[in-house]
């Protein structure tokens, strides 16, 4: 009964973890989308993002990926099996991606506060691709989870399939970004 709560508020939390990381690279791409606004407009819109940015992070983010975190270790624990299954171990590598992300992400949030009203030094496109990234991950580890032993077993069909989704969803932000321009 304990793995299954753990469980069900692991699930609840990485949710609200991954709306967070969502939503907070999409506050650096309205940041950089106000590089050509007037000065006064810039300065307003730049400073609520920062706020916001700042908030998401602490009030959302980082708590929720903390509970995550936990419950994980806990269900870990709870089940040392898991440590003996190849899908686990993948899903373990896909975290670590996840990890990097969150680090790239905090470094940003940094960023943005030490700016004051600064351009972010960061292509356009640049963000709205890292903006995927959260996606791509998400993708992984669920496919992974409910797949299974069945990911090792297809793995090279797979690996194709979601390297055609990478595809497909990095062209059309490319093709989204070209017609605003």
Known sequence: MLYTLLKAVHIIFMVSYFAGIFYLVRLFVYYKDTDDFEANKKQILRE?????????????????GVIMLICGLCMIFLNLGLMQSPWFHLKLTFLLGLGAYHYWCWKKVIQLKKLQNSDLPIANIKLRQANEIATFILFLVVFTVILKSNVIQYGWQLLLGFVVIVVLIMTTVKLVNNKKK
Do not use: C, E, H
């Open 48 to 64: 609520q993002y920062v706020f916001m940015a700042r908030r998401l992070w602490n009030i959302i983010t980082v708590p929720a």
